[in-house]
């Protein structure tokens, strides 16, 4: 079975509340077996259009990181994200 993938490219403008959705967040990680694989950390933009803050979080299938995506723990924590940012997230299946 492929495994799952979420890839989110984010703008922080609020650290302190960014914080308290990271932190929040993990809850839904942990019921979907999700593993960050990147988070923030250095980065150079190559081409087009980038973010300073990339994250890729692996789950152990396409269903897992899309139930981590629309699950009511993680929409807890997008509630604590508001004003802090903005995020691009997409659900990817692996290969």
């Known amino acids: 079975m492929a495994k799952g993938y979420v890839i989110a490219h984010a703008t922080v403008t ?3 509340k960014w ?3 990271v932190a929040k967040s993990k ?3 942990d019921k979907f077996g999700g593993v960050p694989i990147v988070r923030g950390g250095r980065c150079r933009l190559m ?3 980038g973010t300073q803050r ?4 692996e789950f152990p299938s396409y269903e897992a990181a899309e139930g981590y995506a ?7 924590a997008k509630a604590e994200r508001e004003g802090a940012g903005t995020i691009d997230i997409v659900v990817v ?3």
């Open 14 to 16: 609020d650290p302190e």
């Open 19 to 21: 914080a308290k959705y």
């Open 27 to 29: 809850i839904a990680l």
């Open 47 to 49: 081409e087009g259009n």
């Open 54 to 57: 990339n994250v890729v979080l």
């Open 70 to 76: 629309t699950s009511p723990e993680y929409a807890a």
């Open 93 to 95: 299946e692996g290969v």
